[in-house]
């Protein structure tokens, strides 16, 4: 990468040393001058445009001397390089010498030392000077291609031999254009071997830069350049070349448009032939790394459909070359070809495989693989690693083409079914499982692309081969099925499924979980439209199911594949049970609703239509209705207030028009949606279901309409008034959708300016009404129930305001009766008065008239000072009484005791307190 340096000009020839500040058009030119005086002084600003003056005069005598001497002071002057600011005067002079090359020979010499000149780094006075004189720049480098026009093999080989490898002049060239002139000078060149090579070398070059790929598509390169792999060459340069320059240009600009210049009969041909040749008849290790890299040029062709690969042969060449070494062909091509363990022919092998998976996209190419045994081909890869030693390959070797041809099959046999089947397809997947299941011994390598996570274990050959057998069960060809059952496939891939049930490594978890997820989808094809493979698939399927279900739902988070797992595992649940009533009743029996449920509260869209569409289908079994009752989720949520929460947020996100309140704001269209609301209503054929149609595929609602319908409605637990405000919506669903279907037939009829009778007139309009009342009369019982609820969010906050003034009070009296009781105990007086009036209180409390014969008991205890009210009294003996005395020891009570075994209290003898002076205590 050069750029243009700055430099002063050279020395003068003939002049001595001259100063570096002075410029060669900074010296003066005083009184006349000789005519080599006059050579000396040419160099200044006017002087190059005298030199191309005098390039073109014409008819005059030593005129040629004359113009070559001037022409070469020039070149000696410039020696160290060419200035740009005078760049344009100097190519225009190499382009005058040029044309002058094919009558004047004597000009070539002069040709090359311009040319010689240009291959040095362009000079710059000013740090400015690249950008201001850019354009001059990149004009004067597309010159050299258009002087490729002049006839002259010298001349071209010395054009080509320039080296543009600086980075300012490679960014020159860009803009210039030089690429493109170059592609379009090879039409000059078709039989002139030399310079076409040398022209192809310059490509090469230009081709490492996106912007000249781009010129040179501009001028058709891809084509033209393939068209001519062919040619005579001895060297071999040409077609190395320009398989190059066509990687470049697939690497570095637009692969569809070098797809469609290179997709035609020409050169197709021109890469068949190649290709052939060097197939058959390359031996070296060069040979076959070319070989390799026109297969990848002509897969990324075959990519097209409309590439004639059948018509050239190509297709026919290509399958024979992949199938000669397992299928035995007597076709000359391939006669005692072998090929070798080598790294190319390995790669080769690949390749082979991989181009077979592209042009059996083409449907033509199928007769093709017919004929070429293709699947035969391939299924011989599929068995168990034999004892004996592989000859062709080595054992990492034949375990990447296992896995390749497996990869291979999954896309050919489901084109080739009667091959298949008389192959034994279905008997040599079966058995490959079983080996895959087995314990035996197998060290795989896992060192492909096929065999990732599948080091040290047969992970990666059941992946693969499980997707065969999802490819094939897929195709629902009731003889492939059948067989299929026949050999009990149901059991055999229940049983891999329970055995891949662990924790696996990191690396392996993703590779379990996709052959997880593809045996339940295979399971799901076998089953689907079949109670007796249901009843098969039975209670053990019923568990693994339920397994999956009982995942951890951060776990769908991972990135792993849990997701894919589960929507395996509900279509599953779909094709496997319901319809199956020993199976749908085991799978309730083991809560399999519950779980449909959590997973339905996650609230993640994707799995929302599909379990709802699979409770739809459980409601018919008259057990599922106490399950779905019985179901609580977070914060005690019922299923019918999950279902109503998931039909809010349907709509808000439908953009259905509700008030704050939940209420319906049209009653003409109570269910349109904002896309319902843009669309117009156009007539259609009557085979062409309208937008309101649609609705109900398209969006939950319906179903969450099925499912509260089958729990009648009624007596649902848990609900909100929220939530009975849109149960009336849903409740009336049907009716809403029928009457927004015949609003749309009834505008579609004015659309067409059609006139009903009077009587379907009449009819339309009573049914239109009747909607709309409906709707009307929806309205009116939100409004009830909003109410309603105020009404009892009022009773309700008047309740708790009524305990709140309760407790309140309470703790007034509290307050009160405390004051009261300190009060008696700081002040005697109080406490004398307060006695008084007990004292009073007992005695008008008690009864006046006494009744004959009545032993009447004293109420209050003599010597007891205090107000508040005695009652019954129980002396515990821990420490005795005549010990302690006791609080009470002063009162009547204190000479009484109550004896364990029962009875009235009776009087004891005075008892001593030890520590204290001796007294008596009063009986």
Request: neutral net charge.
């Amino acid at each position: 990468m050069l750029s243009a340096e700055a430099a002063g000009p050279a020395e003068a020839p003939g002049r001595g040393v001259r100063s570096k500040s002075i410029s060669p058009r900074q010296i003066p030119v005083i009184g006349v001058v000789t005519e080599d005086e006059e050579m000396q002084s040419v160099f200044k600003p006017m002087d190059l445009h005298r030199i191309i003056t005098i390039l073109e005069e014409k008819d005059k005598d030593d005129l040629e001397e004359k113009q070559l001497k001037y022409v070469k002071k020039m070149v000696q002057y410039y020696q160290n390089g060419l200035p740009l600011r005078e760049l344009t005067q100097i190519f225009k002079i190499l382009n005058l010498c040029a044309i002058k090359v094919e009558n004047q020979p004597r000009f070539i010499e002069s040709v090359y030392e311009i040319l010689k000149l240009c291959g040095l780094p362009f000079l710059k006075k000013k740090a400015s000077d690249e950008i201001t004189y850019a354009e001059d720049t990149a004009n004067s480098l597309a010159l050299l291609g258009e002087l490729m026009k002049i006839p002259s093999s010298e001349l071209r080989i010395h054009i080509c031999y320039q080296q543009v490898s600086s980075s300012y002049k490679i960014k020159m060239a860009e803009v210039g254009g030089l690429a493109r002139t170059m592609v379009q000078s090879m039409i000059l060149l078709e039989n002139q071997l030399v310079e076409k090579l040398w022209v192809l070398k310059v490509l090469q070059h230009l081709s490492t830069s996106e912007v000249n790929c781009a010129s040179m598509l501009k001028a058709q390169a891809a084509s033209r350049i393939c068209a001519h792999l062919n040619d005579p060459d001895p060297s071999g340069q040409l077609l190395f070349r320009s398989s190059e320059i066509l990687w470049n240009l697939l690497e570095k600009s637009s692969k569809e448009e070098i797809i469609q210049q290179l997709s035609n009969l020409e050169c197709l041909l021109a890469l068949k032939e190649a290709f052939k040749n060097l197939f058959v008849r390359g031996f070296t290790h060069y040979d076959h790394q070319l070989r390799n890299d026109l297969l990848v040029i002509t897969t990324i062709i075959a990519q097209n459909p409309g590439a004639p690969m059948i018509e050239c042969g190509f297709t026919r060449d290509l399958i024979l070359f992949a199938t000669f070494n397992e299928v035995k062909s007597q076709n000359p091509l391939v006669k005692g070809l072998k090929l070798s363990n080598t790294y190319e022919d390995f790669e080769l092998k690949k390749l082979l495989f991989n181009i077979i998976v592209i042009l059996c996209k083409d449907l033509p190419t199928v007769q093709l693989l017919i004929d070429g045994k293709v699947v035969l081909a391939l299924f011989t890869y599929v068995k168990k690693p034999e004892k004996q030693k592989i000859v062709e390959w080595s054992l990492a070797q034949h375990e990447e083409l296992q896995l390749h041809a497996i990869a291979t099959l999954s896309s050919v046999a489901p084109l080739l079914i009667e091959d298949y089947m008389s192959c034994q397809g279905n008997a040599r997947i079966l058995a490959f499982l079983e080996w895959c299941e087995n314990q035996d011994p197998f060290f795989s390598h896992g060192n492909s692309f096929h065999g990732t996570g599948g080091r040290g274990n047969k992970f990666a050959q059941m992946r693969y081969t499980l997707r065969l057998l999802r490819a094939m069960v897929s195709l629902e060809d009731e003889n492939i099925n059948t067989d299929l059952c026949e050999k009990e496939t149901i059991q055999q891939l229940i049983g891999i499924f329970k055995n891949t049930i662990k924790d696996p490594n990191e690396k392996e978890e993703a590779i379990v979980l996709e052959i997880q997820s593809d045996i339940l989808l295979i399971l799901s094809g076998l089953c689907e439209y079949h109670i007796q493979r249901k009843e098969i698939f039975g209670t053990e399927g019923v568990n693994i199911i339920l397994h999956v279900m009982k995942t951890d739902p951060k776990k769908l988070q991972s990135g792993l594949g849990y997701n894919v797992l589960l929507f395996s595992t509900l279509d599953s649940i779909w094709c496997c049970i319901l319809g199956c009533y020993p199976s749908e009743d085991y799978f309730l029996e083991k809560e399999g609703i519950f779980l449909l449920l959590d997973i339905l509260a996650l609230n993640q869209k994707k799995f929302c239509n599909l379990i709802l569409g699979i409770m739809v289908e459980f409601c018919d079994n008259p057990k599922t209705a106490a399950h779905i009752n019985a179901w609580r989720g977070k914060k005690d949520q019922t299923a019918a207030s999950l279902l109503i929460k998931l039909w809010r947020k349907e709509e808000k996100e439908l953009g259905v028009k509700r008030d704050k309140n939940g209420k319906i704001v049209d009653t003409k269209n109570p269910l349109f949606t904002s896309f319902q609301e843009e669309q117009k209503i156009i007539p259609l054929p009557a085979n062409c279901p309208s937008i309101a149609v649609m609705d109900v595929a398209e969006n939950i609602r319906a179903k969450i309409y099925a499912v509260l319908g089958k729990l009648d409605f009624e007596n649902l637990p848990g609900l909100s008034a929220e939530d009975f405000v849109t149960l009336c919506i849903i409740h009336r669903y049907l009716d809403f959708k029928v009457g927004e279907i015949w609003n749309e037939i009834y505008e579609e009829i004015k659309l067409e300016k059609l006139s009903p009778v009077t009587s379907d007139r009449t009819i339309l309009e009573s049914i239109i009404t009747a909607s709309q009342n409906i709707g009307k009369m929806v309205v009116s019982l939100q409004s009830e129930m909003i109410e309603s609820q105020i009404r009892q969010d009022m009773q309700n906050e008047q309740k708790v305001y009524s305990k709140i003034q309760g407790t309140n009070k309470q703790r007034e009296l509290a307050n009160k009766s405390w004051e009261n009781f300190l009060a008696r105990t700081s002040n005697i007086k109080t406490l004398k008065k307060a006695k008084k009036l007990q004292e009073k209180a007992i005695e008008s409390s008690k009864y006046n008239e006494r009744p004959h014969n009545a032993v009447c008991h004293r109420t209050v205890i003599k010597g007891l000072n205090t107000t508040v009210s005695s009652g019954p009294v129980v002396t515990v003996e821990s420490t005795p009484v005549r010990l302690l005395g006791g609080p009470l020891a002063d009162t009547d009570i204190a000479l009484k005791k109550l004896p364990v075994r029962g009875g009235a209290l009776q009087k004891v003898k005075t008892v001593k307190i030890l520590n204290e002076p001796k007294k008596s205590i009063p009986t």
